[in-house]
């Protein structure tokens, strides 16, 4: 049996992380099984699907690195066989008219499937009632005209969220009155955010593009979609889409609901980042550097990024701090490295007063002029750090920033002058 899945969003609204994470299980669990993954767009509400939105779904697929393996059906343009096929139960007795619509009939007994992910789960067929299948006006109704489509697209595992359990027992009382075979179901956990509760935009319930605008990465967003919900064993954390390919399975994927956490997201696309080099990430952060009115070339940009991006936790972030070091104007103090000047205002002006004048002399290498701090402090007989970190806080605002002597190597030796000198004089 060649394995073939389906990801079938509607376009009446963007790609968010809970779709994007059924998308990516689908498509992980062909590719591991050497079969198909196909795209089903379920437009049929007609009044709110789009194609703006359509297009932003696709688009959302592909930043993913998801691609599919025919071309993409839309549901909305299968009326005329859903109508036919609601007609021949129609008329085999296995659905009735009920107020000009159709209305499939549900025999009693159970209605059960072994799920690939929560086992047997069962149903009573009493408990379903017939319901319609075909409105008055002649449109489907969802649980009816998704069996028809995954019939005709020979789909043999259906891998979606569970809150879709629900639907299976109808879907199952249509298999059976088309005297079709039953796919495998599969149904994953939801995605809960940080509270323990349904997600929300505040907890990241938000389009996939917004998290490519925000500087995540597309091989860390994928892999972070992958660990909600699902386990490859062990305690690796950080895997390659070869890895994610070759270790996923529908045993792996656990019942308990997943959490979002965008600071281990954040985290994961640092440690993606980390591994790039500057090069790589020039073009990721130019765009940004852009809509910060930033243009500070690009040799400097490469340095700066150099020197940032290991302590970044997105490409927004590098950017960030790359502008603070090309434009004094984006120099903003935060609040640590303002409680830390607070602890001695005077011992903060007087380290930045010696550094100025020794520096004023010094090559300006990342050696010479670790060298030069290094005599600074001693000739100051307080330990290094003493003199490190009111310059940290001078040049960038902040308390953490890469080594000094980078630091203000990649500054320059004017602007730096200048900043210690405006900072020494508060």
Do not use: C
Not at 269 to 294: F, I
């Amino acid at each position: 049996m060649t394995v073939r899945v389906r990801f079938a969003p509607s376009p009446t609204g963007y790609l968010h992380v809970g779709g994007a994470r059924t998308a990516l299980f689908n498509w992980l669990f062909a590719r591991r099984e050497g079969g198909q993954f196909l795209l089903r767009i379920e437009d049929t509400d007609k009044a709110r699907s789009t194609d703006e939105h359509t297009q932003v779904i696709l688009d959302g697929l592909k930043w993913l690195g998801l691609d599919w393996d025919e071309k993409p059906i839309f549901q909305g343009a299968r009326l005329k066989r859903h109508q036919q096929v609601a007609d021949d139960l129609l008329k085999q007795g296995k659905a009735y008219m009920e107020e000009d619509a159709i209305r499939l009939r549900v025999p009693p007994g159970e209605i059960a499937w072994d799920d690939a992910v929560h086992g047997r789960i069962s149903f009573k067929g009493e408990d379903i009632r017939d319901f319609v299948i075909l409105r008055s006006d002649r449109s489907p109704l969802y649980n009816f005209a998704v069996v028809v489509d995954d019939i005709d697209m020979q789909i043999t595992h259906v891998i979606r969220g569970d809150d879709h359990i629900s639907n299976t027992p109808k879907q199952l009382a249509v298999y059976r009155a088309l005297g079709a075979p039953l796919p495998v179901f599969g149904h994953v956990p939801m995605i809960h955010g940080s509270d323990g509760k349904k997600l929300s935009k505040r907890t990241g319930s938000v389009a996939i593009g917004d998290y490519e605008h925000r500087g995540i990465l597309p091989d860390a967003m994928r892999n972070f979609l992958a660990l909600l919900g699902w386990s490859p064993g062990g305690d690796r954390e950080i895997l390659t889409m070869e890895e994610l390919r070759s270790l996923f399975s529908l045993e792996g994927i656990l019942k308990k609901p997943a959490v979002f956490d965008t600071t281990k997201l954040e985290w994961m696309n640092g440690q993606y980042l980390s591994t790039r080099s500057a090069d790589e990430l020039y073009e990721l952060v130019r765009p940004h550097l852009a809509e910060l009115g930033l243009d500070g070339g690009k040799d400097r940009v490469l340095a700066a990024i150099t020197a940032v991006k290991t302590r970044s936790r997105t490409t927004l972030d590098i950017a960030r701090q790359v502008a603070v070091r090309l434009d004094e104007k984006f120099l903003a103090r935060d609040e640590k490295a303002t409680k830390e000047i607070a602890k001695d205002p005077t011992a903060y002006r007087a380290a930045l007063a010696a550094t100025v004048v020794a520096l004023q002399q010094s090559d300006w290498t990342p050696a010479s002029l670790e060298q030069v701090l290094r005599n600074v402090a001693q000739q100051h007989n307080v330990p290094a750090g003493k003199i490190f970190q009111p310059i940290r806080i001078a040049l960038t605002g902040g308390t953490v920033s890469e080594p000094v002597n980078e630091l203000l190597a990649v500054i320059g030796k004017e602007a730096a002058l200048r900043r210690l000198e405006a900072a020494a004089h508060l």
